[in-house]
């Protein structure tokens, strides 16, 4: 979509041309979808200024997830992976900010800038 020179999210990837140009070129069902993505399943949360809580939460039949938020203050970024052992969790901070991870089995860690796996 921004490809084709959107700043908003359409209801059709075919912009204007789609349903003999009626279809919605601001559309909130592909924006909630990702909205859910970034915010439960990869769990990145701003939680203040210069601050995130970062709560990633995999479930279901999916095996991996990780999203990008390119926030003001800069790239925060979280994704999961299941494996034999267990659930491996990888997260980035922002230079200038700082993190509260809550992992599903409740372990709870305060970070700072950089990256992390746990």
Known sequence: MPKSGANTIWESWEGTK???GVASLDHYSKGAACEWIFSRMCGINVAGENRFLISPNP???LTFAEAWYQSIYGSVY???KKGEKGITYRVVVP???NAEVVLPD???QFVGAGEYAF
Do not use: E, L
């Open 95 to 97: 230079s200038n900010c």
């Open 78 to 80: 979280c994704g999961w």
């Open 18 to 20: 789609a349903q003999g």
């Open 106 to 108: 409740g372990r709870k």
């Open 59 to 61: 479930g279901g039949s």
